[in-house]
C-alpha cells in the first residue's frame, strides 16, 4: 500500500496501490459471547470474541453487530472485539420515545459496554450513526477512547458545514428530512432495509435481525439528533453561528467510500481542525457508504495495521 503525505499527521492512502493478496484470517462468528450491558435500565446487547485491548465496533443505519464480522475475525487474534447491537436493533432494548434516542444516552450506551468489559477505555469503531455516536464518545467522554476509527461519517462539524453551504448535500440529505417525518417509520420493512446486503446468507440474518428490531427507533435517531433542515432553509446563509466542538484528543483513522451518495466527500475537508492528534484518512474509490462491506479486505487490513503500529503489540 502506497501512501503520500499530504500535510503534517494527515496521511491518505488510495486503494488503487492495494496488494491482491488474499486475507487469511479465520471467521469464529459461530462461537461468539452474547452479553448484555445495562444503561440506566436499557440493556444494550453485545457479541465479544478474541483477548486483548479492548475495540468497540457500533453499527450504523439500517444494521447490526455482524456488519463487522471481517474487522472482527482479522483483529480477534490480538484484540478482545465487541460488536453492539444500538438500542432499538435486533436484541438490544427498543425504548419508546425520541428522547430516548438522543445522543447523551447513545453515548452512554457505549460507556456501558466498556465498563462492562472491566476496562477504562477503549478503541471505538463507528458506522454512520455509529460513527456519529463514536465521534461524540470521543468529544464528550475522552477518558473512554484511547483510539478512534470513523467509517463513512465525516465530523459533525464538517458535516454542519455542508448541510449549510453544499446544495447537493443538502439536497441528498433529503431522505434524512423524509425520515423524521410522522409515521415515517411506517413504510419500512425488515425486506426493504436488507436491500443493500449482497450475500444471500447473510440478508437472510439482516432480515431476520430486523424483524426483531423496531422501526421507529431506528428513524428515532434522525428525530433526535440530526440538524434540522426544510426546504425553506436557504443554502449559504451565515446567520446562525455553527455548532462548536471538543477537540478530539486520541489518534484517529477514517475510512470513506467515495461513491457514498448520502455522505458526500467535501465534509472530510478540514477534518484535522477538529483533532489533537494525528488523522489518518483512507479514501475508497469505487466503495460506497457501507464501506466495511464493499472493501473489507482493504478496510480489515488497514485497520490492523494502523492499531498494531500504534499499540506497539
Not at 425488515?190 to 440474518?205: C, I, P, Q, T, Y
Not at 470513506?256 to 484535522?272: E, F, M, S, V
Request: some cysteine.
Amino acid at each position: 500500500m502506497k501512501s503520500f503525505n499530504l500535510s503534517p499527521g494527515i496521511t491518505c492512502f488510495l486503494a488503487f496501490f492495494v496488494c491482491a493478496t488474499q486475507l487469511s484470517w479465520g471467521n469464529s462468528l459461530d462461537t461468539v459471547e452474547h452479553k448484555y450491558a445495562n444503561n440506566n435500565g436499557v440493556k444494550i446487547h453485545y457479541v465479544v470474541t478474541g483477548s486483548g485491548p479492548l475495540v468497540v465496533f457500533i453499527h450504523g443505519f439500517p444494521d447490526y453487530w455482524y456488519t463487522w464480522r471481517d474487522q472482527m475475525s482479522a483483529l480477534e487474534d490480538t484484540f478482545t472485539v465487541a460488536a453492539i447491537d444500538q438500542r432499538g436493533y435486533n436484541l438490544s432494548d427498543q425504548p419508546k420515545g425520541v428522547d430516548q434516542y438522543r445522543m447523551p444516552n447513545l453515548v452512554a450506551d457505549v460507556a456501558a459496554v466498556i465498563e462492562a468489559e472491566g476496562e477504562p477505555s477503549a478503541i471505538v469503531v463507528g458506522h454512520d450513526w455509529g460513527g456519529a455516536v463514536a465521534w461524540n464518545v470521543a468529544m464528550t467522554r475522552p477518558e473512554l477512547v484511547n483510539r478512534l476509527i470513523i467509517l463513512n461519517l465525516p465530523h459533525p462539524a464538517g458535516l454542519a458545514r455542508e448541510f449549510a453551504t453544499n446544495a447537493q448535500q443538502r439536497k441528498n440529505s433529503q431522505y434524512a428530512i423524509n425520515f423524521q417525518k410522522p409515521d415515517a417509520h411506517k413504510q419500512l420493512s425488515a425486506e426493504g432495509l436488507s436491500r443493500w446486503v449482497a450475500d444471500a446468507d447473510a440478508k437472510a440474518r439482516y432480515v431476520e435481525a430486523f424483524k426483531r428490531s423496531d422501526f421507529e427507533a431506528m428513524l428515532n435517531y434522525y428525530k433526535a439528533n440530526f440538524p434540522r433542515l426544510s426546504a425553506t432553509d436557504e443554502v449559504g446563509d451565515q446567520t446562525a453561528q455553527p455548532p462548536t466542538y471538543p477537540p478530539v484528543k486520541s489518534p484517529v483513522l477514517m475510512f470513506h467510500g467515495l461513491d457514498d451518495q448520502a455522505l458526500l466527500p467535501g465534509a472530510l475537508n478540514g477534518t484535522w481542525e477538529w483533532l489533537e492528534k494525528d488523522l489518518t484518512l483512507v479514501t475508497v474509490p469505487g466503495a460506497g457508504h457501507f464501506v466495511q462491506r464493499d472493501a473489507s479486505e482493504l478496510v480489515s487490513a488497514t485497520m490492523r495495521s494502523w492499531l498494531l503500529q500504534r499499540m506497539e503489540l
